[in-house]
């Protein structure tokens, strides 16, 4: 106890939310939480104004990027139970799939934990887990204790 | 966001103030880095229209975008972003783009970025030059 790293009573549930609910862009999207077995995973609601091609129509590329980057640092957090939120250094979005007007789904892995650095594995599907609309790697750098 | 018009360099600019909806986190006021990344999309994405080779009204689709975050932006500052078209060969485009802080010109992300150009919109399909 007394150890704001690692705070015993929050689970990494309460964390994820809690980062969701401060973070103003993720709140400006939408993005949701939800648990699927020991998996935690976001839910960004289709709305007009975050269609990127409006001929197909389809949603936009960077706001899937948005969800990768979101996706992947609640994972982290949910995992290791962090009480301050990890610091994207870079993101790999691979798009493989248009994105299409419904609802999406991410899920990420945490790949390795380090003291210091942590490597995710994120990606993204609508109707079909099995075929992903886009994936990502991250490199995230973890809060230090005491900081 | 708003397009610089009279932006001097290569590519294209555009300029993002930053916005409480942009918000990494409400303790630090800072750009969130998936607001950047999608600034960065959505702008690498319009400069290919200034390449050149471009044929207008062909469709495209961002096929990878990395980004590295090299420093936080307060949401106080406005974000530059700017994009340049390299190369567009074989329906590929290839595209570097940074975001700077538009006062003081420090770099805060950089992206590398290719897009898939689809066949121009309309009925005639367009052959380009051989």
């Known amino acids: ?147 | 966001m708003v397009l610089e018009e009279n932006d001097p360099g290569p590519g294209i600019s555009v300029l993002l103030p930053g916005h409480p909806r942009l918000a990494n986190d409400e303790s630090d006021q800072v750009f969130h880095t998936g607001a950047i990344l999608a600034i960065i999309d959505n702008t690498a994405g319009w400069c290919i229209r200034d390449h050149p080779d471009y044929v207008e009204g062909t469709s495209m689709a961002t096929l990878d975008l990395r980004v590295d975050f090299l420093r936080r932006i307060s949401l106080t500052q406005t974000l530059r972003v700017r994009a340049e078209c390299e190369a567009i060969n074989d329906n590929v485009a290839f595209v570097r783009a940074t975001a700077e802080d538009a006062e003081s010109g420090l770099v805060v992300a950089a992206g590398l970025a290719t897009f898939m150009l689809g066949t121009p919109s309309g009925l005639e399909p367009k052959i380009g030059p051989v």
């Open chain 1, 1 to 147: 106890m007394g150890d704001a790293f690692f705070n015993e009573a929050e689970t990494g549930l309460m964390c994820a939310e809690r980062h969701l609910e401060r973070a103003g862009y993720a709140r400006f999207l939408e993005i949701r939480l939800m648990i699927e077995g020991d998996q935690l995973q976001t839910v960004l609601p289709p709305r007009e104004d975050l269609i990127g091609n409006v001929n197909l129509p389809a949603l936009h590329g960077g706001v899937l990027g948005s969800l990768l980057d979101v996706t992947a640092s609640l994972a982290l957090v949910y995992h290791a139970v962090l009480t301050n939120p990890p610091r994207l250094v870079n993101i790999d979005v691979d798009y493989l799939r248009t994105g299409r007007v419904l609802q999406t789904f991410g899920a990420a892995e945490v790949v390795r934990m380090g003291r210091r650095a942590a490597n995710v594995r994120a990606r993204l599907w609508q109707d079909d887990p099995e075929r992903p609309i886009a994936v990502a790697r991250a490199q995230f750098l973890l809060p230090q204790r005491g900081v």
